[in-house]
């Protein structure tokens, strides 16, 4: 008679990854850049080396706290059209109407507000729902007729800037007078509140980094060590406590008539966006369906996935975030004309999240890269004022960087799919 082995049965262990320590992870990175995973890498290089350039052609000017406020109240409205951008730019689209878009949301707002005089956070939602209303009629035009969104975006881009100068008339302006509204992109916060923002967002990341940490670890899956998390919350507490206490100090030339410290008020905006998208992008369906179809469209629609619906509501989202940019510009310049959110605008957003890293072939991007990319195109046209050069300069220098941060893109996109990580 013969006898058989009793067959394996299934096991309920789950095989956990080795965590790997700092030292590991850095090697990690560095072979993920080697493959062509640059992500945000040249962003932060070519940040530091312009700042570094600026502040020895200029180092009484370019570092003092004023111009660093002056700085990130300049770059604002790029940084908020940008993040819209990144959304539509995932998908692999343009939006080349998104700077007309916040010219005209910011008109509405301000004759809302002025004109017929009503309380500003009614001007506010209108002109939020102004950007919304552009956004969707563009998206069903690109998602339901199929009509490719360059030409959409440019016909849009025509028609809002002869809506705006109906809206305002030739060569004139709207003023804004709202004290509220003008502070937004002007005026610093408490220093109290500077400090409480930086520990706020010091804690909530350092919070969120170990609770991912843990899940990721107890689903078997690789995690950051601990000392890689200790790591990236030291660096991010150096950097956000460094800016604090720098723009914490007196930069007012007449103190005794007027105080000028804390961080600009429009750094609480920046930051409820960038944590607010951040988390949509990265921890909702909406957000992983949008990756899903810059990726690849037809893969995506058989998954399941309401391709349609994802794109149309991409450009209501990116059309949204440039009213909000149309309302920092009318705080930053006190009012609105027909220049307002004109050609440069756009072209610097979308160098931003393009310099940033979000890749113009769709499906690879990020929120921060708005960000990043923002702050590279503030510290040129920053820098380049400083040394009195003249606007030619400033473009030319700005395309150049845009240029290399595309080829870059492309070139790390070919090295990656040579390597087997695309």
């Known amino acids: 008679m013969t006898t058989t082995a009793p067959a394996e049965q299934p096991t309920s262990q789950t095989i956990v990854e080795p ?35 600026f502040a020895v052609l200029r180092p009484t000017t370019f570092t003092n706290s004023f111009n660093l406020a002056n700085l990130i109240n300049q770059s604002a409205a790029v940084i908020v059209i940008a993040m819209g951008l990144v959304f539509v730019l995932l998908l692999g689209e343009i939006d080349l109407s998104a700077g007309f878009t916040a010219g005209t ?43 490719p969104s360059f030409v959409v975006t440019l016909a849009a881009f025509l028609g809002l800037q002869g809506v705006l100068l109906s809206l305002i008339g030739e060569g004139g302006t709207i003023p804004m007078r709202d004290e ?40 078997g899956l690789h995690a950051d060590a601990m000392s890689v998390v200790l ?24 103190p005794a008539v007027t105080s000028i410290k804390g961080l600009p008020q429009v750094v609480v905006l920046l930051v409820v966006l960038l944590v607010g998208l951040n988390f949509v992008l990265g921890r909702t369906s909406f957000g992983r369906h949008v990756y899903a179809v810059g990726g690849n469209a037809e893969a995506a629609r058989r998954a399941g996935i309401n391709v349609l619906r994802v794109r149309l509501a ?33 072209l610097y ?18 929120m921060l890269d708005a960000v990043l990319g ?23 220098v700005t395309g150049l960087v845009l ?16 390597t087997g990580r695309v």
């Open 180 to 219: 509220t509204l003008l502070a937004l992109n002007n005026d610093p916060m408490p220093v109290w509140l500077g400090w409480t923002l930086a520990a706020l967002v010091v804690l909530g990341y350092a919070g969120t980094s170990l609770r991912r940490a843990a899940t990721r670890r107890a689903g």
């Open 314 to 346: 991409c450009f209501v989202i990116s059309s949204t975030l440039a009213a909000v940019a149309g309302l920092l510009l009318a705080s930053r310049n006190n009012s609105i004309s027909p220049n307002t959110g004109g050609a440069e605008t756009l």
């Open 403 to 418: 240029l290399v941060a595309a080829s870059v893109d492309a070139l790390s996109r070919k090295r990656a799919a040579s």
């Open 105 to 147: 949301a910011g008109a509405v707002l301000a004759i809302v507000l002025t004109r017929q005089g009503q309380p500003w956070p009614v001007a506010v939602l209108a002109g939020l729902v102004t950007g919304a209303v552009i956004g969707f009629c563009i998206g069903l035009l690109v998602a339901r007729l199929g009509i």
């Open 349 to 366: 957003a979308v160098g931003a999240a393009v310099i940033g890293g979000t890749s113009l072939f769709g499906g690879k991007g990020k």
């Open 19 to 53: 965590q790997r320590g700092l030292r590991g992870s850095v090697q990690d990175y560095v072979e993920r850049v080697r493959g062509g995973d640059v992500g945000s890498l040249p962003a932060i290089l070519g940040l530091l080396v312009l700042s570094l350039v």
């Open 231 to 254: 790591a990236k919350v030291a660096v991010l507490t150096v950097l956000l406590g460094a800016v604090t206490w720098y723009l914490s100090e007196e930069r007012s030339r007449n």
């Open 374 to 396: 923002g702050l590279v195109i503030g510290v040129i046209i920053n820098g380049m004022g400083l040394l009195n050069q003249p606007s030619s300069v400033v473009f030319m």
